[in-house]
């Protein structure tokens, strides 16, 4: 038997690399003044139903529950964070800096390389109107990348105005009801011949042209740019009004970030989101907001293909890994003291191994050496006293018994 | 709109409680030498029948998904783990010793305080027959629990063996296909008047009652009791032959963790089940296996009711939301120069917040109070030196701005 398909296993060394990135994305989340919640993976239907359109149902783990209610897996974490902010609000000081990493669910179309679920890491900031939120929060989106040890020649941050674009649209006469539409075109425009993106923009194909030949640049995104650029991250970022964000709810700046190589999916997406929060609860709050989410895969690929970054990956996790101690049982009588041993140094906070059952001496430095400990602890002939084995200067030692506890705390805690 | 009945929201407080717990468990457990692993929230429904029984279908969050087939929110880890380790125990060295920390859902009666998801911490040991493992999973219960700053006279382990019980059902001559009922009778004793218990057992509750008295002590629980008091662990243990663990595929030692007060549900419950992964996965993997599983409510429940533990708590979790340093803008002509020092003091680690907006000196150092910040550096007049402020002391003094980053690390770093 096996997981469904579209669903991973984490065996310790995947489940090691997902751990990695939840740490940094929490870490680097944190130094910011985030603060971490979460919500349910299983909400009720119509939550998705009220900001994305009934068509959203198609794409979710969706049934009706013992209880007769429509329920699905969550796809996405804003409908949640809409729901908890209108409820909570006022208990909390504005703006709100939350962050959140979690599992998501989509029934996506079986492909190679499509799962089913993803980790997601959500920031939002919620209360603040003002452009410097939208730096701040774009700021984030590119230190995050850069805990991993990833920089400005293996990703770059892509920002545009949702505004730019519909103060274009109602300059130029179209009706709001088109307003999607075209987006939708001048959104897939760059993966598409110009003739045919011309032929669907009818009319406007002129004028869009020339947007996007000059770059459309306005105040807002200067302000943006300016304020990264004032942080030392202008590198990390350009403008770029061909983004613009298939979702419906956008208002203001969006953005999207890319490995250079333009290999991949986009690693993360977000942008200003001013009416949604009033929208999904029915006005019960209405709060200007904005946020982004950075997936695990994609950033995973990325990690992968970037020398420097999967090295940090790697070293970190082994570190982590890594016990401190083995205890080698060279004489089966000193098993009782050996495992004394044990039980003090875990007391004290030691990362600590031993074998189980009697196994010969060279099958238990091998298993200390698979196991990257630093140290071993020989209790044998030589009790009461132990040898201590430093297992990566292969430097050897004799310690009375009740000194190992200090012994190791010295050693193991100076570098 | 709320969240559907039986789930949780985490506003920040709860999840930093919830992640205090998820950081302990992991702690004590990687000191312990388990890695950690996880497996899909959905599973194939036949999954957990196959385990269970066809009743167990009553209790799970399942549908038929899109693709037809039967799926369900995994009620719990085992199954899961035996279709893992039997797929993959080739890739490792035995014996396995792993933990897992997620989420479980079922279908629960709405009850007061009765929830439908709860996270669990399962702790396995896969391919080791001897008692020596036993302990070793007992004694990282006890500790996980210690981790949590609780003590002998917080909680208990009660200590049974299944295997006694079978052979002396089979010594009194009792058929194989009655053994699960009776050992349910057992199981319920305690919560049940004698008379109506001896009635249930009939002819058999002469020779249970003896052996209740008695407390049923054999040499494979003298062995366990020894091994955990070696370690001193002696006062967190007792044996209690009463505990006989509900499911039907425990094969040896069983074990309940229980509050002392005796006022909560178990906090922790497992055994050996050396027949269960061979079973789950059709004879594919044979391997002797043991392990446990500690929810996350009722561990939350008795950490509430124990007052240095929930001291514990709540200092680990204000050190955690604390930032370090809060950036006041006393004159807006600073702000670029601000935000400069936000970006650095970041890039090195420190947590940096900042108002994003202009705002009142007090207000901001109001702010600085209430996320906690050690320092508070203003920009303001003093340019291009920084008044630094010790926001515990009160102490103020003035730093170049280029110097401020190693004054910081050196005054934060200290303690």
Not at 124 to 131: K, M, N, Q, V
Not at 309 to 316: F, L
């Amino acid at each position: 038997m096996q997981a469904l398909p579209g669903f991973r296993d984490f065996l310790p060394s995947e489940c090691s690399e997902r751990n990695y990135v939840f740490a940094n994305w929490r870490n680097v989340a944190r130094r910011y003044g985030f603060v971490e919640w979460d919500g349910p993976v299983l909400e009720s239907t119509e939550l998705y139903r009220k900001k994305s359109g009934a068509e959203i149902v198609d794409q979710l783990f969706h049934f009706v529950d013992k209880g007769e209610r429509e329920v699905a897996m969550r796809p996405e974490l804003t409908p949640t964070l809409a729901r908890v902010v209108a409820a909570h609000e006022r208990e909390f000081k504005k703006p709100l800096k939350w962050f959140s990493i979690g599992q998501f669910f989509r029934y996506e179309k079986q492909q190679r390389g499509r799962l089913r679920e993803h980790y997601q890491l959500n920031c939002d900031i919620i209360g603040e109107a003002s452009l410097a939120a939208d730096i701040e929060l774009i700021a984030l989106a590119i230190d995050l990348l850069r805990g991993f040890g990833l920089r400005e020649s293996d990703f770059v941050v892509r920002i545009s105005d949702r505004q730019f674009w519909t103060e274009f649209l109602r300059d130029q006469g179209v009706a709001e009801d088109k307003w999607q539409e075209i987006l939708g075109i001048i959104d897939k425009s760059e993966r598409e011949l110009a003739d045919h993106t011309a032929q669907k923009l009818g009319p406007l194909a002129g004028s869009v042209t020339e947007v996007l030949a000059k770059g459309g640049e306005n105040d807002r995104l200067r302000e943006v740019m300016d304020g990264l650029r004032a942080r030392g991250l202008g590198g990390f970022v350009n403008t770029d009004v061909r983004i613009v964000r298939g979702l419906a709810y956008y208002t203001g700046i969006v953005f999207e970030v890319f490995d250079r190589a333009g290999k991949l999916r986009a690693i993360a997406g977000g942008g200003r989101y001013d009416n949604l929060v009033s929208q999904l609860s029915d006005g019960a709050a209405s709060l200007p907001a904005l946020g982004f989410a950075m997936g695990d895969v994609v950033l995973a690929e990325l990690i992968g293909e970037t020398a420097s970054a999967r090295e940090q990956m790697e070293s970190t996790i082994t570190a982590e890994r890594a016990i401190q101690v083995y205890i080698v049982i060279a004489k089966e009588e000193r098993r009782g003291d050996a495992l004394q041993q044990v039980q003090t140094l875990r007391d004290h906070g030691f990362g600590v191994d031993y074998p189980l059952v009697p196994m010969k001496v060279g099958k238990q430095f091998q298993t200390a050496e698979q196991l990257g400990a630093r140290s071993a602890l020989v209790f044998g002939d030589e009790w009461p006293n132990v040898a201590v084995k430093d297992l990566r200067s292969g430097e050897q030692k004799l310690v009375g018994h009740e000194d190992l506890l200090s012994d190791l705390q010295e050693s193991l805690t100076k570098e």
